[in-house]
């Protein structure tokens, strides 16, 4: 079984910045990817940014694309999701995933999710 836990959510004014945490624990395996979504009140959970554990290999939603950066730190098992120029239309609880198939943009194919973490964004 694999745990995830976020982190690093809170209030930020809009235009400001927020680092998220996703810490795993339990088995993982590095051909995981790793992905965040989110989920605004009202709507239903979208695709944010993934990326695999072994490779490199990133891909973002165009909503996020050239604001947000995911990065991964395989000795610490914890993926980060660098939130920058945040826009009230980013608030949202945001969740860490994980598949152990190929990597997917759908939160369908995700077997693993943690708690999420809220972010607000302020005008």
């Known amino acids: 079984q694999v745990q995830l836990v976020e982190s690093g959510g809170g209030l930020v004014q809009a235009g400001g910045s927020l680092r998220l945490s996703c810490a795993a624990s339990?088995?993982?395996?590095?051909?995981?990817?790793m992905g965040w979504f989110r989920q605004a009140p009202g709507k239903e959970r979208e695709f944010v940014a993934r990326?695999?554990?072994?490779?490199?290999?990133?891909l973002y939603s165009d909503s996020v694309k050239g604001r947000f950066t995911i990065s991964g730190d395989n000795a610490k098992s914890t993926v980060y999701l660098q939130m920058n120029s945040l826009t009230p239309e980013d608030t949202a609880v945001y969740y860490c995933?994980?598949?152990?198939?190929?990597?997917?943009?759908?939160?369908?194919?995700?077997?693993?999710w943690g708690q999420g973490t809220q972010v607000t964004v302020s005008t």
């Open positions: 339990g088995r993982t395996f590095s051909s995981y990817t």
């Open positions: 990326i695999a554990w072994s490779g490199a290999i990133t």
């Open positions: 995933a994980a598949t152990s198939g190929l990597g997917s943009s759908y939160a369908s194919r995700y077997d693993y």
